[in-house]
């Protein structure tokens, strides 16, 4: 979680000379949100990665999506939390 606000921190370090306090919250809030949105992506992508293994390899393949899923769920968690 701290890498994501490290991201986030850096884009909006680039557009502090630009931007005044008012629009940098603004800006911080939608690149924040676009950077979860993008992580979370990646993570559906490997869950149905996982869901697409053959038949034999179902069984870790399950265990490796539900690692992902609680991940997530508590990403989510920490990051509602910091609005």
Do not use: F, P, W, Y
Request: charged residues 25%; proline residues 0%.
């Amino acid at each position: 979680m701290e890498k994501l606000k490290t991201i986030v921190d850096n884009a909006i370090g680039e557009l502090e000379e630009t931007l005044s306090g008012d629009q940098l919250d603004k800006v911080a809030k939608v690149i924040g949100a676009a950077v979860i949105r993008g992580m979370l992506e990646g993570q559906h992508q490997a869950v149905d990665a996982c869901n697409n293994c053959v038949e034999a390899e179902q069984d870790i393949a399950h265990k490796i999506a539900t690692a992902i899923r609680q991940k997530n769920d508590a990403l989510i968690v920490n990051l509602s939390s910091m609005r």
